[in-house]
Nanobody, 115 residues
């Protein structure tokens, strides 16, 4: 089993920045990929950013140039640096890890972008 704990969400003004963290613990072997998804009210959960074990990175078009995903293997943590935040970025952000063929989700952290 893998446990994921997210942190870093909150309220920020448009144009501001936040950094989300997702720390993993448990049976962390054969990590295939790590990523962030988000779900706004009334919308489906969708991919924000994704990084594979070999370092291939994918971003949603809506966040390219503003968000950066990174990882610290020694700390078993994946980060999402979010800059130039917009009101439409408001959502619950979930991290997801794929470990040994199984998918694990964090509990979600709220990000609200509002003046």
């Amino acid at each position: 089993q893998v446990q994921l704990v997210e942190s870093g969400g909150g309220l920020v003004q448009p144009g501001g920045s936040l950094r989300l963290s997702c720390a993993a613990s448990g049976s962390i072997f054969s990590v295939t990929a790590m990523g962030w998804h988000r779900q706004a009210p009334g919308k489906q959960r969708g991919l924000v950013a994704h990084i594979t074990s070999v370092g291939t990175i994918t971003y949603a078009d809506s966040v390219k140039g503003r968000f950066t995903i990174s990882r610290d293997n020694a700390k078993n943590t994946v980060y999402l640096q979010m800059n130039s935040l917009k009101p439409e970025d408001t959502a619950v952000y979930y991290c997801r890890w794929v470990v040994a063929g199984s998918m694990y989700w964090g509990q979600g952290t709220q990000v609200t972008v509002s003046s």
